[in-house]
């Protein structure tokens, strides 16, 4: 694990959901400090307790001193006022994907960080150009896009907007660095790489479902062991949340504007029934009970 690097010492999380949390973790761990906010202070007590069993999982698996997860979790300071990002040398959005959710938040933001500070997203698929150009500061813009679960996956993509400086891009690459994780950079198209790879996988398999080729079952078993991934697609579309699987093929629909984009009416009526996977309880399939029960 790295030092902090020179110049971000607090780093700010807006949005703690799974990945804003995961996100509060890797920092804190890294030795930087920490503020996180969400809506509501039930939503940043659930994510503290959240990040605290995630913690304690890395000390059982000896990954983690116990010492060290505790004066990580001291690191982390939960609100939600926006006025406490006002010492922040980074902050990182984290809110779900919608673009003009994130842009209030950004307009919101450049009003109460430093000068200094670099702003970034955690979009999975929004361009950075476009929610940079409402901040006073696209110059110092990134995005820094984490893989689920943040704690596990090695993978940060790091995008540059189209007006991001090499400093920015740089001070991004050390950060990533200092959090023990690798950067791929990608450049600003809809995305970016391993969602314009990844989730058309995922719709395709929610169309093989829809039409009737195979069931939930078959789609992830002959996926998991045909072609050695560790979780099947809809498995796997139910981990990241529906939500986010749609707003990213919308995403690409708009952006690329080919129809092989076309997210599945299948998918979207799963997210019109609020069914988004794990984190609502039921999606491809229902973890309400000991296992997980296919719901199709
Ligand atoms: P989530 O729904 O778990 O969490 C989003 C959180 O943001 C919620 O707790 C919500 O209350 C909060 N929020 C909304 N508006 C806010 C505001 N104005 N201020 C503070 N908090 C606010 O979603 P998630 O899965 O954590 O996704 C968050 C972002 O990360 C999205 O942009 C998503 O595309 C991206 N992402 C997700 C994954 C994934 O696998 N889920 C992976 C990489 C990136």
Redesign the pocket.
């Known amino acids: 694990m790295g030092n902090p690097v020179e110049g971000i010492g607090t780093v700010g999380v ?7 949390n995961g996100i509060a973790h890797v920092f804190a761990v890294a030795g930087y400090d920490v503020v996180m ?4 202070q039930d ?1 940043v007590d659930a ?1 503290l307790a959240a990040i605290e069993g995630n913690l304690q999982r890395q000390v059982n698996r000896d990954l983690l001193g116990a010492e060290d997860s505790v004066a990580a979790l001291g690191r982390i300071r939960g609100t939600t006022d ?1 006025a406490d990002f006002g010492d922040c040398d980074l902050v990182i ?5 919608i673009e003009d ?2 842009k ?2 950004f307009r ?1 933001l450049v009003e109460v960080v430093p000068e200094r500070a670099i702003l970034a ?6 361009s950075i150009t476009r929610l940079a150009t409402v901040t006073d500061r696209p110059e110092r813009f990134m995005g820094i ?4 679960p943040v704690p596990v996956m090695k993978l940060v993509e790091l995008i540059r907007g189209i007006a991001t400086d090499e400093a920015t891009f740089d001070t991004m690459r050390a950060v990533v660095a200092s959090l023990g994780k690798e950067a791929a950079s990608a450049e600003d198209f809809p995305a970016f790489i391993v969602n314009r790879v990844l989730v058309p996988m995922i719709n395709e398999a929610v169309y093989t479902l829809y039409e009737g080729v195979g069931t939930v079952q078959s789609i992830d078993t002959a996926m998991k062991l045909g072609t050695n991934h560790p979780m099947g697609p809809l498995e796997l579309a139910d ?3 529906l ?2 699987c749609l ?2 093929m919308n995403v690409l629909h708009d952006g690329l504007a080919d129809t092989k984009y076309r997210p599945c009416p299948l998918l979207v009526k799963y997210v019109e029934a609020g069914w988004l996977g794990r ?1 609502t309880g039921r999606g491809f399939y229902d973890y309400r009970g000991d296992a997980p029960v296919p719901t199709r």
């Open positions: 807006v949005g703690a959901g799974q990945m804003g906010s969400d809506l509501e939503r994510a926006m959005e984290a809110a779900a994907e959710l994130k209030t938040i919101k997203s955690n979009t999975s698929s929004i896009h984490f893989m689920n981990f990241i949340g939500d986010t707003a990213i984190k």
